[in-house]
């Protein structure tokens, strides 16, 4: 199942020449799921062929313009555009009142109907669940209410061992109970042992989007073994004091974070505008945690094939 | 004086690729006025060297999403990047009530000083004046509350004739009232009548911003004699009817005004997403207004050397 993360912007509050502030976009399974969706996101999807048309689905971590104020403009876009299918946000209370007002303004009522799920940033809970994933939000400690998101694949069913079924002609219509576990009981009475039948399914992936966020124990449980870790990283270690007094985290941080989960990978983002270049953000975090890489405008990360 | 302005947005509704929504920048006796805000004008400005901290004075025509969307984050990123002056948007009311709305919920409050001034779209006033120009919103004709904008460069001095100044070895003292049509009496008695030692400054420039509106008689009389026009031109006429439904205009009908208005020069802009190129939308303006510009990104005009 494609499960992947493509990053749309890597910058945050201010936007520098090369780099926009955040949004990502989601596929698994292909399914569009975009993530926070700051000033400019339009025209990096546009950039990046991402179809606006194909996202169904809205996460928005917090109410800093870096993160939402794209929101509005993608809305009226996909209203324009004839989009008649429902599109489901994510995001905080106050969100709502944002975008009616200016819908009001604007004489705008969208073609289209909008659902809203609030987040609350006081406690982790399960937001969203289809045939593929669980999203969780993950509260983190940030200057206003702000979640982060975590992308859990489900479980699969156990894989059928093709050879074994193709021998024992098994009908179709026993697959399903077989891939749920049973054994199979051939006509001639034979018991077939779940086990020789099939394999174990690859264990489920996960993602998880952590911005904005001071560096705190309290969202470490909940992402730990994270397959892909995003985790903002707005600063050098050298600028620590800056990073805890306005909530964000450094990059040496974000690498001790991705040690402390057990990540699989690491994925750095969210630069401060000061950085023109980002290698030594890269080589502070490689050097706790070395597989990290830069979240940068454009490049899409494999979190299962 | 210089008096000249650079595209930052040519699109309408929706983005493409290459195009963004509407913005503007005039370069005024060296100050700068923004004249609409649509997302992504920061990253536009970063691209064509236009710096923020050098704007004080912003307009906004009216609240569609592709005129203003990229207001709150600019506002944002000055307040970040250290501004301390005062700022003044010129809107219509409800545009505080946004901007506050989502200043309140990301917890910002401005470093710096905003000043509101209301626009009224049901009748043309002077908004604006210092010692270069005075500013009068164009009510126009769209489907929510819009007022254009007209730039008028004031009448200035009358120009010393430097020659016949040196000669007549006239005191600095005398020149301002001279500048003012005074005439000049010499120590001896003789009187230098002002035509003499002057000549007629230039006429003043002025620059029309008409976007969005049907085309009406209405805005006619104030932009009359306009030295540059810019007329919004969503459509080619064949979508007559889409643009009258829409409270939009034809490239025709862009051409048809300047015309009748008298402009020196016609820019057209607000391009429909549908145009992949613009070539049809001038040739169809300059079949009536042959001097016609495309408004499109980057590119400056001059009004006034």
């Known amino acids: 199942m494609k499960f992947e993360v493509t990053i749309l912007g ?32 339009q025209q ?3 950039r990046f ?10 996460f928005i971590s917090h109410l800093h ?3 939402y104020l794209g929101l509005v403009g993608l809305l009226s876009s996909m209203h324009l555009n004839g989009r008649k299918k429902e599109l489901k ?37 399960i937001i969203f669940e289809n045939q593929d994933i669980f999203v969780e939000t993950i509260p983190l400690d940030h200057r206003i209410p702000c979640t982060g998101f975590l992308f859990r694949q489900k479980r699969r069913l156990r894989k059928l061992i093709k050879e074994k079924i193709e021998q024992l002609e098994i009908p179709v219509a026993y697959y399903s109970a077989i891939k749920k ?25 996960s993602y998880a989007y952590v911005s904005d966020t001071l560096y705190t124990e309290k969202y470490l449980a909940q992402i730990n073994s994270v397959t892909l870790l995003y985790h903002e990283a707005t600063f ?41 270049t980002l290698n030594e953000l890269l080589e502070e975090a490689q050097s706790v945690f070395p597989n990290t890489e830069l979240a940068v405008e454009g490049k899409t990360f494999v979190i299962s094939e």
Request: charge should be negative.
């Open 181 to 205: 576990g049973n054994d199979y009981t051939a006509p001639d009475g034979n018991v077939y042992q779940n086990s020789t039948l099939t394999i174990e399914p690859a264990e489920p992936k």
């Open 236 to 276: 050098l270690n050298d600028m620590l004091d800056r990073a805890n007094q306005t909530h964000h985290t450094t990059a040496l941080q974000a690498g001790e974070v991705a040690v402390r989960v057990n990540a699989e990978k690491l994925l750095i983002g969210h630069f401060s505008a000061r950085y023109k």
């Open 49 to 58: 062929d991402v179809k606006a048309s194909r996202i169904d689905y809205i």
């Open 89 to 125: 946000i994510f995001g905080p209370p106050p969100l709502k009142e944002i975008v009616d007002l200016q819908l009001k303004y604007s004489e705008t009522t969208l073609h289209y109907p909008l659902e809203w799920v609030f987040t609350d940033a006081t406690a982790k809970g």
């Open 44 to 46: 990096q999807m546009l």
């Open 65 to 67: 313009g870096d993160h």
């Open 10 to 41: 890597s910058s945050s509050a201010t936007p520098i020449f090369n780099r926009n502030p955040t949004a990502q976009v989601l596929n698994i399974n292909e399914k569009l799921y975009l993530v926070d969706c700051a000033e400019g996101t």
